[in-house]
């Protein structure tokens, strides 16, 4: 579609849509007058152009979203988004989880987690013409192979000059293709976290509930060389100086006022066919949802509450449980709703008027039906590959995989090398293997390694791998004590545990791997050609669907265009604006939930006992009604949380919510119970993001924790 056309349906559509939409920053231009009658009050203008206040504040940490918020490159984002490095730096004598963290001085703060980085999205360019063109007449795995040719040889270029990590992104399923151009800050410092009775109050319990009384908020700094470049970790390096960085407000916000949150979401799925939909919500959600909580189960058994070994897992714990809960109200919600019923009557829709046009009938006649064949072939070993994903979680194993297809890759020119192995990904090949010392625990590792095979060779055998088989035994006499003595034996005998063994393997040729005795080498020796022969069938089916999928996404465009409906892609980690109200919801009939929870809350809930278990300090201040300089009469006290009816995803944990004026009036970091299935479709009555308020974070900050010489960095306003 002419790109002219995508900004004409922007401008038609978004005023009718109430809140919704994941939009690119360059679409905001067509929508300054919806946007500053919506309530900003800065020039739309300003909020596209990436290089300028207030977008240059806004960072990405790979994975959460985060902003600058004050001239030495500190960083604000959520408490569990930096969890991973609080962890990292926790021993069972040290817990910076449990009693929280605060660096007095430059001096006092501690690396984060190997590999942490702070990403400034500088540039975003159209490339479609260079990734597509010239590849009209390919297929398959040869179509595939020329998208990922082109895309290689734009981030080469692209990260010719130093410092920079470059992306391509794909947009409405092919159909168009951005180069993102990123600084890379390699250097980051774990600053302040509170206690997880603060930062994780309520815990799992809470997790995508409300009221909610999360303090989920810490703060890190960026450094680079003292020339003002990105640099690895280094006592030499200074802060980091950000072109700008974000006021934070100790006015806030009141209900009914705009806010909006630029941030990197992960994934929707709002275009899917109603095929996907039905497998996804009556298969994958439940499965994944069982296998999620079995790992939980078998991490908590095996590793005592408190040990080092729990300690080493606790990301992960929060991790799995959060997606356990997200899949279980997909379900829910699924079971409730008429989604599938509803996707059905758009297809039939779009059928009806893709055939009322002859020119419509020759171009998308027959997509949707190829594409339902393409994503029927797909999910063929689907109950095969979700396990083997979830094997892919442990450590020992896709460990010594990716050492030894690294050892095949090096072989390679680099441009012919597989993405994630080429030299630009050491770097980040190399911290994965120093942070594992800090993530796994060969018990927990291999507790879950037994259980995710005992599932495994429960399958037919036509279903399975029988290189997998061979390597683990399984066969029509399979034993689970038999592959019990033979993991114990594994685990014993691999030397991979330890670090320095790791990084030399990075550096080992095909050769030394196929010598090898250490029993997990061996089994990624043994397994490569049939990986390498899935992944062959994979890329081909990929391919074909890189060619279908864009056609259906075309026709669903210059439908929705006709109808004036909302034009945006699906959330794909990439920089993102949603604009919204503080606003409040009835998630069912009788009860109202009002958009602000209050310090009094924290105290009605705490039980003293994990989650519910404030700090005894916090609970006196609240007695004492110590509210200070963030007092809010309409409320009778300090806001600690508020709703919005901002269009979130997960990726946007961290956002900064910014009021009409672009300052600080939160971090998102969850949406409501409700609002999970938003994922798959936007409703403007239920779709709830949640925001710690920036006047409890202050709060917290300034009476709890003593966060002063933090505080006098930041730019607060009133």
């Known amino acids: ?76 984002t959520n408490h569990h988004c930096a969890y991973g490095a609080i962890q990292y730096n926790s021993t069972p004598e040290k817990n910076l989880l449990q009693d929280g963290f605060l660096a007095k001085t430059f001096a006092d703060e501690l690396p984060a987690t190997p590999g942490s980085r702070v990403y400034v999205t500088e540039d975003v360019t159209n490339v479609t013409e260079r990734v ?26 692209c990260e010719k000059e130093d410092g920079y990590r470059c992306q391509v992104y794909s947009f409405h399923g092919g159909l168009e293709y951005y180069l993102v151009k990123q600084l890379e800050i390699r250097d980051v410092r774990l600053v302040y976290n509170p206690a997880a009775s603060v930062g994780k109050y309520g815990g799992d319990v809470d997790n995508w509930m409300w009221p909610r009384h999360t303090g989920d908020f810490s703060f890190y700094r960026a450094y680079v ?29 009141s209900d009914g006022d705009f806010v909006m949150v630029a941030g990197y979401p992960g994934r929707t799925n709002r275009y899917r066919t109603a095929n996907e939909v039905q497998n996804q919500f009556e298969w994958a959600y439940p499965e994944g949802k069982l296998l999620r909580e079995r790992f939980i189960e078998i991490i908590k058994d095996t590793a005592p509450e408190g040990s080092d070994e729990r300690i080493k897992y606790e990301s992960q714990i929060a991790s799995l449980a959060n997606y356990a809960k997200n899949f279980t109200s997909m379900i829910e919600f699924y079971g409730k709703s008429t989604m599938l019923a509803d996707r059905k009557a758009r297809e039939a829709e779009l059928a009806a008027w893709i055939a009322k046009d002859s020119g419509r009938e020759a171009k998308y006649g027959k997509t949707l039906a190829e594409l339902d064949a393409l994503i029927a072939k797909s999910k063929a070993h689907q109950e095969r590959d979700m396990i083997l994903s979830y094997i892919g979680s442990t450590t020992m194993l896709p460990t010594a995989r990716s050492l030894y297809r690294l050892a095949n890759e090096k072989q390679l020119p680099d441009m012919q090398r597989e993405p994630g192995f080429q ?74 545990g330890t670090k320095d063994v790791r990084l030399a393997w990075m550096d080992k040729s095909v050769a030394d791997f196929k010598a090898s005795k250490d029993p997990f080498i061996q089994f990624a020796v043994a397994m ?13 089916l990929d391919g074909e669907l890189m060619k279908v999928r864009p056609q259906y996404m075309d026709a669903i465009i210059a439908y929705n265009l006709e109808q004036g409906k909302p034009v945006y892609a699906d959330a794909n980690s990439s920089l993102r604006v949603t604009v919204g109200h503080v606003k409040g919801y009835s998630p069912k009939d009788g009860l109202v939930a009002v958009p602000f929870t209050r310090l009094e809350g924290i105290v009605q809930k705490d039980t003293g006992v994990d989650p519910f278990d404030a700090p005894k300090k916090e609970l006196e201040l609240i007695k004492q009604k110590q509210y200070g300089d963030f007092y809010v009469k309409a409320i009778d006290s300090v806001p600690v949380n508020f709703l919005s009816t901002l269009d979130t995803t997960g990726g946007n944990s961290g956002s900064p919510t910014l009021n009409g004026r672009a300052e600080l009036v939160g971090l998102l970091f969850d949406g409501v119970y409700e609002s999970i299935i938003g994922d798959w479709a936007y409703d403007d009555n239920i779709n709830r993001s949640i925001q710690v308020d920036s006047r409890y974070m202050l709060w917290v900050m300034k009476y709890l924790d003593h966060a002063d010489n933090l505080l006098a960095e930041m730019e607060i306003v009133k």
């Open 1 to 76: 579609m002419k790109k002219w056309l995508l900004t004409v349906a922007v401008a038609a559509s978004f005023g009718a849509q109430a809140d919704e939409g994941m939009w690119q920053p360059h679409q905001l231009p067509a929508m300054a007058d919806e946007l500053k009658a919506k309530g900003l009050e800065i020039d739309a203008k300003s909020i596209s152009k990436l290089t300028e206040f207030p977008m240059n504040a806004v960072i990405s940490l790979g994975g959460c979203t985060a902003s600058f918020v004050s001239p030495k490159g500190l960083v604000v």
């Open 132 to 157: 597509k063109g010239g590849l009209e007449g390919k297929m398959g795995s040869d179509f595939y192979q020329g998208v990922e040719s082109q895309e290689k040889a734009l981030v080469a270029e």
């Open 225 to 253: 060389s003292k020339a003002g470049k990105p640099a690895d970790f280094s006592s030499d390096n200074v802060p980091y100086e950000p072109k700008s960085f974000l006021k934070v407000s100790a006015k806030g916000v």
């Open 423 to 496: 030299e630009r990904d050491m770097t980040r090949l190399k911290a994965s293997m120093e942070r594992i010392d800090r993530r796994y625990a060969p018990s927990v590792d291999k507790a879950v390694l037994f259980d995710m095979l005992k599932r495994y060779a429960a399958l037919p055998a036509d279903k399975r791998l029988p290189a997998l088989d061979k390597a683990f035994g399984i066969d029509k006499k399979f034993s689970e004590a038999k592959l019990s003595k033979t993991l114990d034996k594994m685990y014993a005998k691999t030397e991979l």
């Open 528 to 540: 490569y050609d049939t990986d390498m022969a899935e992944e062959k069938k994979e890329k081909e």
